[in-house]
């Protein structure tokens, strides 16, 4: 109950719906900065009760920012049971996504891989008795002692490494006091979407590991076009006062008889595809209708390209 406290944005002026926050209505009756700190001391000590499986978690908090100067923090999303970190801008979290930098968020695992195999190389290179303390250290403790700050940028990575001669641990020191490298890490975040491209009726090579539209879903798809077809002829020919007309006879609404007939204006290319059953799984009913009027606008919504030889018209 306590940890609820602590962590409700509600005091400070937001609301929380499915994961996403949101600026509520009510007055903040706390200062971010203190709610921001609380928020910082709970991760630090959530860690101290975490799993073994979980130890490593989140080894950039506080050290990791956009392009911008934003501090990035940790989330997770849970997806079928598995657990997704990620590190989001803060500016994206606090509501104001036009402060953010250029990449709003990106995944922690793959961050975290690239920051401690380039730090671990820099200081084996340094000095040759550190690689034997490195291979001692949890990449958390070695993180800590020497990362400064990382800053995402879209094509790279800027990893600021404190350098102490000694050889001790100074982590509470001032970037002041110590000498700091930049190391520049390529990078690039990964691609939310796939392209995708129209199955070859020949499944040539290359194309094998593409799987193909379901038989029950393109039956329900081609069914969904030709009634969109059809009810859109009622209306241009005038066997019908309207969709209402349609909607009252079919026993749906007016906004499923609209949603079915915008699939009357999908491009040739993808009801024949669709006919065909070489649309790509995933794509069926509920991704086609309310596409775009524009035909090359409804390829790159779907991010599909069409196939070898075929235009669009």
């Known amino acids: 109950a306590l940890g609820y406290l602590l962590r409700n944005r509600f005091y400070i002026g937001e609301v929380v719906y499915k994961d996403e926050i949101f600026k509520g209505e009510q007055p903040p009756i706390l200062d971010r900065t203190l709610f921001d700190a609380v928020q910082a001391k709970l991760e630090q000590q959530r860690t101290n009760h975490a799993t073994s499986r979980h130890?490593?978690?989140?080894?950039?908090?506080?050290l990791i920012y956009d392009d911008r100067g934003n501090r990035m923090t940790p989330n997770y999303t849970l997806k079928k049971g598995v657990r997704y970190r990620y590190y989001t801008t803060a500016a994206l979290v606090q509501g104001v996504p036009d402060k953010a930098g250029t990449i709003k968020r990106v995944a922690a695992d793959q961050i975290e891989k690239l920051v401690v195999a380039a730090l671990r190389q820099h200081t084996g290179k340094a000095?040759?008795?550190k690689v034997q303390d490195?291979?001692?250290r949890s990449d958390n403790e070695f993180v800590r002692r020497f990362v400064e700050r990382v800053d995402v940028h879209a094509n790279q990575l800027l990893l600021t490494v404190r350098q102490d001669a000694s050889g001790s641990a100074k982590t509470h020191t001032s970037s002041r006091h110590s000498k700091s490298t930049v190391l520049r890490i390529a990078w690039k975040k990964r691609p939310t979407k796939m392209r995708r491209e129209i199955i070859p009726i020949s499944q040539s090579k290359g194309t094998a590991s593409v799987r193909p539209i379901r038989s029950e879903t393109r039956a329900s798809l081609v069914s969904a076009i030709a009634r969109g077809r059809c009810w859109l002829d009622e209306i241009v020919s005038g066997k019908t006062a309207g969709i209402g007309q349609i909607a009252k006879r079919e026993r749906c609404s007016t906004r499923q008889v609209n949603l079915t007939i915008s699939l009357?204006?999908?491009s040739p290319v993808l009801v024949q595809a669709a006919v065909d059953g070489k649309l790509p799984r995933g794509v069926g009913v509920a991704r086609l209708r309310d596409a775009p009027a524009d035909w090359a606008a409804q390829h790159k919504m779907l991010g599909?390209?069409?196939a070898p030889g075929t235009e669009l018209i």
């Open 134 to 136: 490195n291979e001692r």
């Open 55 to 62: 130890s490593s978690d989140s080894i950039l908090a506080g």
């Open 264 to 266: 009357a204006f999908l």
């Open 304 to 306: 599909l390209d069409p």
């Open 127 to 129: 000095s040759p008795e």
